[in-house]
């Protein structure tokens, strides 16, 4: 995990880091000290309830979401993201000021409009925050570059949330918050004047004022993708999932646990860590490219820890309730709910960083910032559905705990329908699972792949998973050319049509079907796309290489794509390989966590493409280890 660490030393992400961080951290202080101010005096500040005074600040701060993200978006595309960064942090600045002038005039108006242009502040740095990633980190950083982003903005919101309470909590001088969001607004400005320059992808472009109009067309540009459009839902799923829970925290930890208002924070940190740590993990769990298998790996978590977190919760308040916050540590039950708290969390840094990245790695350079605009305008909106539906659903007299659980099963439901939309998602997770619970893949020469263009993949074939570990192992989708009959394999062969895979029949068996084949492989390649083919025609069953055959040279020959000759290593004698009989017939004839290796040679031009000189580099990359 240290490659990714080692960014926090770098000038092209360190000062944006901390730009970033001093922006979540200012407004979580402000907004939780405003939000505690008004609930223990609101009476010297306004005759409205508390309650509806701390619904009203919520509301005021993400407005600015809905009316300005499409702007921003524009802005963000259109102007280098570095000045830009820099005159938000300014008007972090001017709005510390108004927040000052609220609280030494006693005015409600004033702090209010404070906070709608503290929302503004974060709403104009959102696109700014994301679409500055893909410009100063290369692909096989932007995993790690945004765990620390979301590990970052977590730690940030804890720490504001905290200090707000603390300053708060100063009732003879509440404009000790306002100085300390100036200082805090400063220093943000300082770090931000660090942060390269990020030049504008669309220089040209006219930035319309009209929100809805504007906000309807940056949908569309996200919708043109639509793994990208999906990612965004699933990125807005997982904040109104975890705004629900995060929402609930006080009364639940009040009502249900028993505890005290300290027993809030110990919720939200052990949840916050999580998060922090299932960022972090990412990088390392996906090998350091962007590893879209994981966000089925983060679904089942968030699915099974809501559910049992409602099973979890006491029925009844234990005795002697309110609880200082070690009496509520001596209950086991306490434990297993803030084990559960713990893993939502971890699980959700594994859902929604990959996510992160897949957008920026698939959004146009040009309309990036507007698809990362749209991403935040569906966040908020998820946001408040899910609180109006959470306080509906609490209102009809659902308990917090059946909340839990109903969100769990909804998470369930959600997910499954995306996967069955794009099954690159678990096609992506079977294959990391299979690398990190059966195998264990030792990778070298995966820069020979090229990251764009056509190209040939050949390989030796020693089991029904070769396709599964090379997709693993790759950063892009693969075509296969595979015998039909093992295309039809059961219990895989939904694997392989998903895949889109490519099956091919001997000529002597079905000329038209192999004829097809051909067809198809000479689309995908004028395409742009990778085709992988086994040239020996089969899977070996004495673990030695079979003639290669000549089909590599005709595809190439009708359309020349360089060839890149792969070699599969220790998975003769696993379970799905055919050593001493049929294949997957013996379970764990190797135990778990074998050793296998992919090696991955030069490209070869098309015209020394030939049967024999493959298959010599191939037979030479694989030596005795079979």
């Known amino acids: 995990m240290s490659s990714q660490f080692d960014l926090l030393k770098a000038r092209r992400f360190a000062p944006f880091f901390g730009t970033q961080f001093l922006g979540a951290f200012n407004d979580n202080l402000f907004k939780n000290a405003l939000i505690v101010l008004l609930t223990f005096q609101a009476a010297s500040w306004t005759a409205i309830a508390p309650e509806v005074l701390t619904n009203l600040a919520a509301g005021i701060f993400i407005l ?13 595309d259109k102007y280098d993201k570095a000045k830009l960064a820099r005159l938000v942090k300014l008007l972090e600045i001017v709005i510390m000021g108004v927040a000052l002038l609220g609280f030494t005039q006693h005015s409600l108006p004033v702090l209010l409009a404070a906070l709608f242009l503290l929302g503004l502040h974060s709403t104009l740095f959102g696109p700014v925050k994301y679409a500055i990633l893909p410009q100063h980190l290369r692909e096989n950083e932007l995993v790690g570059g945004n765990a ?13 949330t905290l200090a707000g309470g603390l300053l708060a909590g100063a009732a003879d001088h509440p404009t000790w918050v306002a100085y300390a969001g100036l200082v805090i607004a400063v220093l943000g400005y300082l770090t931000s004047r660090g942060i390269p320059s990020a030049p504008a992808p669309a220089p040209e472009l006219v930035v319309s004022l009209n929100p809805l109009a504007e906000t309807w067309r940056n949908i569309g540009f996200a919708r043109e993708n639509r793994t990208v459009f999906l990612s965004i839902l699933g990125i807005s799923w997982f904040w109104l999932y975890g705004a629900l829970f995060l929402a609930q925290f006080p009364a639940y930890a009040k009502n249900v646990l028993g ?46 820890f809501g559910i049992d977190l409602a099973f979890a919760s006491p029925t009844l308040l234990p005795a002697g309730a309110p609880l200082p916050l070690l009496g509520l540590l001596a209950l086991h039950e306490t434990w297993r709910v803030l084990f559960d708290l713990f893993a939502l969390g971890l699980f959700g840094g594994f859902f929604i960083v990959p996510l992160y990245a897949l957008i920026q790695i698939r959004s146009a350079p040009e309309q990036r910032a507007r698809i ?92 029904f998973v070769d396709p599964l570990v090379i997709a693993a192992a790759s950063r892009r989708p693969i075509r296969f050319v595979m015998d039909y009959r093992i295309y039809r394999t059961p219990l895989i062969s939904f694997v392989f049509r998903h895949m889109h ?37 089969k899977i070996t069953d004495t673990g030695e290489l079979y003639p ?52 991955v040679g030069a490209p070869v031009p098309p015209a020394a493409a030939t049967p024999e000189h493959l298959q010599e580099i191939v037979a030479g990359m694989r030596g005795d280890w079979r």
């Open 64 to 76: 600015p979401f809905f009316l300005f993200s499409a702007t921003a978006g524009q802005l963000a």
């Open 372 to 463: 990362i605009a749209a991403n935040n305008i569906l966040n908020a909106l998820f946001m408040v559905v899910g609180s109006l539906a959470a306080a509906g659903l609490l209102g009809d007299g659902l308990s917090i705990p059946a909340l839990f659980g109903v969100a769990g099963v909804c998470n369930a439901a959600v997910a499954i329908y995306i996967y069955s939309l794009v099954p690159e998602f678990m096609l992506r997770f079977i294959a990391w699972l299979l690398i990190h619970s059966v195998y264990r893949l030792q990778q070298k020469g995966l820069e020979n792949i090229p990251e764009e263009g056509a190209a040939v993949l050949v390989c030796n074939h020693v089991s």
């Open 501 to 537: 895979a490519i099956p091919i029949a001997p000529a002597r068996e079905d000329a038209a079907m192999m004829e097809a084949a051909f067809e198809e492989v000479a689309k995908a390649l004028a395409a742009g796309e990778l085709v992988a083919i086994f040239p020996e025609g």
């Open 148 to 160: 620390l982003v979301e590990a970052g903005t977590f730690v940030a919101i804890l720490i504001g």
């Open 259 to 304: 505890g005290t208002e300290t027993s809030v924070t110990l919720l939200l940190a052990i949840f916050t860590i999580g998060i922090g740590l299932g960022s972090l993990l990412c990088e390392r769990l996906s090998a350091g490219h962007v590893e879209i298998g994981l966000v089925p790996f983060g679904s089942i978590g968030l699915t099974i």
């Open 548 to 599: 290669f055959r000549p089909g590599v040279q005709r595809i190439v020959t009708r359309t020349p794509a360089p060839v890149i000759p792969m070699a599969l290593q220790g998975l003769w004698g696993s379970f799905f390989s055919r050593k001493d009989g049929p294949a997957m017939s013996k379970p764990l004839r190797r135990g778990m966590f074998s050793k296998i290796a992919l090696s």
